[in-house]
């Protein structure tokens, strides 16, 4: 996954270094009415890094909280359970 957002971040960034580099590369149907590119992909590469980290930590505040809910649920289990063998109940230790 980190791959794909990785290349997903290169490749706008380098586009967008190349437009202000090298402006004339590009045909006239890229370019403004006063010969410029539309340097537009430097925002797709910031927009990606944005949804990335906003993903990133919403899923690290769930894992936290399940985390921490697994361990009060832990909390509550019993001891002893009770194990029923030929019609007889017994109680033995959870280990």
Do not use: R
């Not at 410029?36 to 980290?53: C, G, K, N």
């Not at 001891?79 to 063998?85: D, N, P």
């Amino acid at each position: 996954m980190f791959t794909l957002i990785g290349m997903a971040q290169v490749q706008p960034g380098d586009l967008g270094i190349l437009e202000c580099l090298f402006p004339d590369f590009f045909p006239d149907q890229f370019k403004t009415e006063t010969g410029l590119p539309y340097i537009v992909y430097f925002e797709a590469a910031t927009v990606i890094s944005t949804l990335d980290l906003l993903g990133q930590l919403l899923g690290s505040k769930g894992h936290s909280k399940t985390n921490s809910a697994v361990k009060e649920l832990i909390k509550t289990c019993s001891e002893q359970a009770i194990v029923v063998k030929m019609g007889l109940k017994v109680e033995v230790s959870i280990d």
